[in-house]
């Protein structure tokens, strides 16, 4: 990809069990000159799809409007059932820089698709992350608090409802979350039980805002008859992957649980992998330079 500058996105959409309307989606988006799809990670129990494309500033805005206007057509929030929070169809929209982009760029970038997707497709949009406007809406779980069933409800009523951009109320594809962020890594561990209870009370010890790592939201879910602690790491360079890991290996042991087996959704950069394996094999004064691959990218 040369020196071209680079924006990935990473939009979440709210259907994991009809792949033909996830590869409809999908072939939207990638019908757009230059944006490189990167993965698709489908999941049944969260009845969610997770998106990765990465291509120049201009093709991936484009690319992800055109991903929100064909899910609209093809989803309806109020037969939408799944354990993931949820309020839209295209539940939420990130841009994170790459290369040659700044933060500011990729707030721009949400504003802008934001406003296309509230004006032109007449769906809620809430602005999150870098790009909010308010301090109460930088974090997703503020407003997906309740779900699309809440929003809907509130939406006309409660004035710190009210969206960034389109109308105040909620029609069969819900409402957008748009944004811009960091690197986020989801990481999801599997224990021996299907008790899904026992992963609410781990989630609960580790995530940031009951008083565990920072940089760390979790939930306990049950998917395919298994418990999960599903995580998202917001900042892998202050808390890094085995770390959480650990720490959920610890609590579960509390309850006599093991880990059967981890699940990463969609990419994580080079650095977070190499920082856990040099975690876990002990080296002594590690250097990611010391990675060959790392000799070999593109600058």
Request: hydrophobic share 45%; net charge neutral; aromatic share 6%.
């Amino acid at each position: 990809m040369g020196t071209v500058p680079l924006v990935e996105c990473v939009p979440n959409f709210s259907e994991g069990r009809r792949p033909d309307v996830v590869a409809q989606i999908v072939e939207a988006i990638t019908a757009v000159s230059g944006v490189h799809l990167l993965d698709v990670h489908t999941d049944a129990s969260h009845n969610r799809s997770v998106v990765t494309c990465i291509g120049p500033p201009d093709a991936v805005a484009e690319a992800a409007f055109r991903g929100a206007a064909r899910a609209a057509q093809l989803i309806d929030l109020r037969a939408h059932k799944g354990v993931h929070p949820r309020i839209g169809a295209t539940d939420v929209i990130p841009f994170i820089p790459v290369r040659g982009v700044r933060m500011a760029d990729c707030v721009a970038l949400a504003r802008q698709v934001g406003r296309r997707i509230g004006e032109e497709l007449s769906i809620p949009v809430y602005l999150y992350g870098e790009a909010a406007t308010c301090p109460d809406r930088r974090y997703l779980s503020a407003i997906r608090r309740g779900g699309f069933e809440a929003l809907k409800a509130e939406i006309a009523t409660r004035p710190e409802r009210t969206p960034d951009f389109g109308p105040t109320k909620v029609g069969p594809a819900g409402a957008t979350a748009v944004g811009a962020r960091f690197f986020l890594i989801a990481f999801n561990v599997y224990l021996n039980t299907d008790d899904v209870e026992k992963a609410r009370h781990i989630a609960r010890a580790v995530r940031a805002s009951s008083g565990g790592l920072q940089h760390v939201q979790a939930m306990g879910v049950l998917v395919d008859g298994q418990a999960q602690v599903s995580m998202n790491i917001t900042d892998y360079r202050r808390t890094p992957l085995h770390r959480a890991l650990e720490l959920v290996r610890r609590e579960a042991a509390r309850y006599g649980l093991t880990v059967t087996h981890t699940e990463l959704v969609g990419v994580a950069p080079l650095e977070a992998w190499v920082q856990a394996a040099a975690w876990y094999l002990q080296v002594a004064g590690f250097r990611l330079t010391q990675v060959l691959e790392t000799h070999l990218l593109d600058d």
